[in-house]
């Protein structure tokens, strides 16, 4: 009896070990060549092209003989022109698409001719939010921990007595700042951010003159707020300069996700004294190693898919639980920045 | 030095460029001629093209029409929220189409009635109707309808040929007929070249304007119905600043801004020229601002050259006499 019992609870914690023996760290094998097609959002702006310097870095590890494509619409065409882009990629019969979505489910019928095709699809930064068409979703953050930092910022500029404060965010159906934001009014519940108030949301579409305008017009529209967020690397920078060029920074601080190079000048002044960010280069680096991956049939495009992605280490593909349906491969951490460290990041 | 007059017509300039683009893709892409790829070279830009046929009346008739990417927003914002409202589809596409001529009339009853200039009319127009489309879908995206709609823009219908594409080429043959065929189309020609010679010899032009004006806003709305079929999803920002691309390829195809000339032969082409060029970039793997770049390229060329080599014919001629 005794040993049967024994023999079970081998075998139970047999059957435990197994699925982690099965999932062990797929190791990707380079040499392979497969034809990539990097698409960010649009063309133009320096977290994208750190995405594609990072993706680079990958496919010269990986030895890809086949030179990446790094394309991309203008912002002002961006849904037609990443429809047209995975479109075009489809009918050369590409092995991998790797997106920053900016097209809502409108890339969907794209996305799913692509993968009808065998093409696989990752999406990075921005996801497809039906799932459909879309292999796996790289992830730069957990979105509940964007929130969190968020506040936490916000808390750390307005001081413990709190205060008002805006949001200026990219384009209205933007998934990911949507999601970031989400995130943000849900940690502000905690009776620790219970002086600070968010005033109102506006969109600058990630595009400069918008966002500098959609800025001035946060203050005329909300007297009294003592910072703007902006989750957005473009309406950050828009928000800091407007607050700059109208003598406000004394008043009116700027926080949010930015990059390092161009938030230098505004956190040594004052305007934006804290922000965060991911690393675009290790995001694009991750994306790419997960198309490829995928691509040569290294990796399976199904939770519990684990695999080395070179000098990042281990991930693990799992459900997105941002999301209904979808796979993500979640790369984390962030990197707050503040005088202090922001002039190292940004060289 | 005189050319045969059939080398000094536009259309023979675009028919050589055509030529020479396809012929470009043929080496540059092994999938340029495949069949899915023409499809898809039409399907991309099928709504543009189908709203350049109206275009084409208004533009030859001397006015402009700004709003028409507005009106596609605003009919595929109208159908969606209906829709997402509990109405049957049919009953919101019918109605978005409403919405979408009642646009056009709007316009038309401010140029043709009022005497305003389209220009400025149909510029509140891009304005007033995309802020009714924002007004009415929110931040939200609408998308979930059903498969007999989607397939409208995305599946093949005769042969690989889609509905979309069917839809152009019917709309084509019917603006031809219109246009060079018909007594309309001889007024959108009259009136396009001196209004007020029209207007003595007894045209009633005020009401030719308000129909080409509501045509356009109809044909824009079936457009935009076309465009959120085949993206199977509607946001508030669907088709913003299409109304430039629809006027490049008319003028390009040789239909002066100043109304009174130009044929549908020459838009035919530049429709062609435009579509294989995107394509063959794309295809190149030449995207975003230099894209933009060629193609506002062949834009500046196609309104300086005509008018050069017109200032030169001129001054040619004051030399002889």
């Known amino acids: ?347 | 030095m005189t050319l045969p007059p059939i080398l000094r017509r536009w259309e023979t300039l675009l028919l050589v460029l055509l030529v020479a683009i396809g012929a470009v893709n043929i080496a540059w892409s092994p999938f340029y001629l495949g069949v899915g790829n023409i499809v898809n070279l039409f399907q991309l830009s099928i709504e543009k093209i189908i709203v350049a046929l109206t275009m084409t009346l208004i533009i030859v008739n001397g006015e402009i029409d700004l709003s028409v990417a507005s009106v596609m927003g605003l009919s595929a914002c109208v159908a969606a929220y209906l829709f997402h409202a509990g109405i049957a589809l049919p009953w919101a596409l019918l109605a978005s189409l409403a919405a979408g001529a009642a646009a056009g009339a709007f316009n038309g009853f401010w140029v043709a009635y009022v005497g305003l200039p389209s220009l400025a009319v149909t510029l509140a127009g891009l304005i007033g109707y995309r802020g009714i489309a924002r007004i009415l879908v929110e931040d939200r995206a609408y998308g979930g309808f059903p498969d007999w709609f989607n397939a409208l823009g995305q599946q093949p219908w005769i042969g690989p040929v889609t509905v979309s594409i069917v839809v152009f080429l019917v709309m084509f043959a019917g603006v031809a007929v219109v246009l060079h065929g018909s007594a309309l189309g001889r007024l959108v020609y009259v009136m396009g070249n001196n209004v007020q010679a029209a207007r003595y010899s007894g045209v009633r032009v005020k009401r030719v304007k308000l129909l080409l004006f509501t045509a356009s806003g109809t044909v824009a709305a079936l457009a935009g119905l076309l465009y959120a079929a085949r993206l199977g999803s509607v946001r508030g920002d669907m088709a913003v600043g299409f109304e430039l691309d629809i006027i490049t390829i008319v003028l390009l195809g040789g239909v002066s801004i100043f109304g009174g000339s130009g044929n549908l032969v020459g838009v035919g082409l530049s429709i062609l020229l435009i579509l294989n060029l995107r394509n063959g970039m794309g295809l190149a793997n030449i995207t975003g601002n230099t894209q933009t770049s060629v193609i506002g390229a062949l834009l500046v060329l196609s309104v300086l050259v005509p008018n050069m080599a017109q200032t030169l014919h001129t001054k040619w001629k004051g030399r002889e006499t």
């Open chain 1, 1 to 347: 009896m005794k040993k049967i019992l024994l023999a079970t609870v081998a075998a139970t914690m047999l059957g435990l070990l197994a699925p982690h023996g099965a999932s062990a760290q797929t190791t990707i094998e380079p040499g392979k060549p497969v034809e990539m097609v990097l698409l960010p959002k649009f063309l133009g702006i320096l977290p994208f092209d750190q995405a594609h310097k990072g993706a680079e870095e990958a496919a010269a590890e990986l030895k890809n003989a086949k030179t990446l494509q790094y394309l991309g619409p203008t912002p002002e065409n961006s849904v037609a022109g990443q429809i047209e882009i995975v479109t075009n990629a489809t009918t050369q019969g590409v092995g991998a698409i790797m997106m920053s979505n900016n097209s809502g489910d409108q890339i969907v019928p794209a996305a799913k001719a692509a993968h009808a095709k065998g093409i696989k699809v990752v999406t990075w930064d921005s996801p497809i939010p039906s799932a459909e068409g879309e292999d796996v979703f790289v992830a730069q953050v957990d979105f509940s921990e964007t929130g969190k930092v968020m506040a936490d910022m916000a808390l750390s500029i307005m001081g413990p007595d709190g205060g008002k404060f805006a949001i200026l965010s990219a384009s209205p159906d933007a998934a990911n700042q949507n999601a970031w934001i989400a995130a943000m009014q849900t940690a502000l519940k905690d009776p620790k951010y219970a002086k600070l108030e968010v005033v109102g949301i506006v969109y600058g579409n990630d595009q400069s003159e918008a966002s500098y305008s959609q800025a001035l017009a946060l203050v005329d529209k909300y007297p009294g707020i003592k910072l703007i967020m902006a989750p957005t690397s473009v309406g950050i920078v828009a928000a800091a300069k407007a607050m700059q060029d109208e003598k406000l920074c004394d008043k009116i601080k700027v926080s949010g996700l930015g990059v390092p190079a161009e938030m230098l000048a505004y956190t040594k002044n004052g305007c934006a004294p804290q922000f965060a960010l991911w690393s675009f280069v290790d995001l694009g680096y991750l994306s790419y190693y997960t198309a490829y991956g995928l691509a040569t049939g290294a990796i399976k495009a199904e939770a519990g898919a684990s695999f080395k992605a070179g000098r990042l280490g281990n991930y693990t593909i799992t459900k997105d639980p941002t999301r209904k349906e979808g796979l993500r491969v979640l790369m984390g951490p962030f990197s707050k920045y503040d005088a202090s460290n922001v002039e190292a990041a940004a060289k």
